[in-house]
């Protein structure tokens, strides 16, 4: 009988193929006390069995049996060949079609019976059913991590230590500078382009992009806040190197994928939206290279850059001489962002002892359901209170005695675009003619 090899590691950590080669030997020793000659040799390595994920050499392996010339496929376990029932049933409609069989080091299965053929899919449920049984232990112990506040998993977050969870002082630098330039407008592509500058790589030892960098901005960690799968849990064991606040105002900044080419120039790019499609308008220029704001479509608004610009500050500094800035940036009415955390810690145990209740048998499914919801809802009106909260410190340049219009002056772009940013929502409208457009086409509305 001609006799195919399928060796398979759902995952190798060293790269060496050490699982792969014990497999080999054992596989090959059972071929030749069965006599079989050993034709091929398929090795998928580091690659799941469990998952919808393309296994080349496995599919290799199945056009080759349908070619011909392969009698029986040896593996060490039927989990290194199949974990999925599905794929159990291609291996019996293989059979009736090539006449192909399966063997393991625990003994051969014959697919020409039935009995054969209800073996091989227990073994294939056994085998799915422990991995669901594994996964399933991990899920809780790192839940139960998480809201413990316990460390992360097995790689160092940037700005950490791994075992004592103390702060890197360079590292910790370089975070609170991300957050600032963040807020500051700066874009997240220029963010990592600054870095890798600087010489300063992420604890993988690789040059920044605009996805590390926002994954990093994203994490609750930075802010002390220990999490789950994207759920925030509970306090971290270890000190936050950024404020709540200051985490909340760059989760709302980063709410897109969208980091941008580098620090916009221009002070509306991104800001003032297009009051047809409300895209973003960015900056364009016409012929005869007037520079102009134009509707991301190019089909709806466009309008002289100078003249916008003019507008737009002109109204927003009218806003800041209207408002003392004490009450901008600290509403008297508004909770104390101390209060706001306190507030947010105390529902999110309150979701912990849900889940507990639960399991108790103490809630129903729909109790659960509908008391989730509603914590939930009272929780995000809370974190958007504190980003909120975070954004007036955006206007902290213009805070203090002095020529607001003075100081406005001195402010960098992406310092005024931000301003301007946390302080209205600007709108561009369409106008009949474009050389003298309507003043009220363009509409800067303070926000709450």
């Known amino acids: 009988m001609k006799a195919a090899i399928y060796l398979r590691i759902s995952k190798d950590t060293t790269g060496e ?9 054992i596989c090959r ?3 030749e006390y069965k006599g079989w000659e050993v034709v091929k040799e398929y090795v998928d390595n580091s690659i799941s069995a469990t998952k919808k994920v393309q296994r080349p050499a496995y599919d290799r392996m199945i056009e080759d049996v349908k070619a011909g010339g392969i009698d029986v496929v040896v593996s060490w376990k039927i989990d290194r060949l199949t974990r999925r029932p599905i794929e159990i049933e291609q291996w019996i409609e293989l059979h009736e079609k090539h006449g192909v069989n399966l063997a393991t080091a625990d003994g051969d299965i014959d697919l020409s019976t039935g009995s054969g053929q209800t073996i091989a899919g227990i073994l294939a449920n056994i085998a799915r059913g422990e991995m669901k049984t594994k996964s399933d232990r991990q899920r809780a112990a790192g839940l139960q991590r998480a809201q413990q506040g316990k460390q992360w998993g097995p790689h160092r977050p940037y700005g950490f230590e791994h075992v004592t969870m103390a702060h890197v002082p360079l590292e910790v630098e370089n975070v609170r500078g991300m957050y600032d330039d963040l807020i500051a407008g700066v ?3 220029a963010i990592a382009r600054g870095l890798n500058e600087r010489g300063q790589l992420s604890t993988t030892g690789k040059p920044w992009n605009q996805t590390t960098v926002r994954n990093l901005l994203r994490a609750p960690r930075n802010a002390g806040l220990s999490h789950y799968k994207g759920e925030i849990v509970g306090k971290g064991q270890w000190d936050p190197i950024v404020t709540e606040e200051t985490y909340r105002v760059a989760l709302e ?17 991104g800001v003032a939206k297009c009051g047809i499609c409300g895209q973003g308008m960015v900056t364009a220029y016409l012929p005869g290279k007037k520079r102009t704001y134009a509707c991301t479509s190019g089909k709806h608004v466009a309008r002289a850059a100078d003249a ?7 109204t927003v500094l009218a806003i800041l001489d209207a408002t003392p800035l ?3 940036t600290a509403d008297k009415s508004a909770p104390k962002y101390s209060q706001l955390t306190k507030d947010a810690d105390t529902l999110r145990h309150r979701l912990d002892s849900l889940a507990t ?6 809630l129903t499914a729909s109790q659960l359901r509908t008391a989730t919801e509603r914590i939930q809802g009272n929780l995000a009106q809370i974190e958007k209170a504190m980003a909120r909260r975070g954004a007036a410190g955006i206007l902290a340049p213009l805070a203090g005695a002095g020529d607001v219009r003075e100081k406005w002056g001195k402010l960098s772009i992406p310092r005024q675009r931000s301003i301007i940013d946390a302080l209205a929502v600007v709108t561009v409208h369409p106008v009949k003619n474009r050389a003298r457009p309507e003043p009220e086409a363009v509409q800067v509305v303070p926000r709450q």
Do not use: C, I
Request: hydrophobic content about 25%; aromatic content about 6%; overall charge negative.
């Open 253 to 269: 900044r980063t709410s897109t994928n969208a980091g941008g080419g580098g620090a916009r120039k221009y002070l509306l790019t």
């Open 17 to 25: 193929g050490l699982g792969v080669e014990r497999q080999r030997e």
């Open 357 to 362: 209740e639960f399991a108790d048998g103490d």
């Open 29 to 31: 020793r059972h071929a």
């Open 187 to 189: 874009s997240q592509h």
């Open 326 to 328: 004490p009450d901008l």
């Open 308 to 314: 916008l610009e003019y507008q737009v500050t002109e």
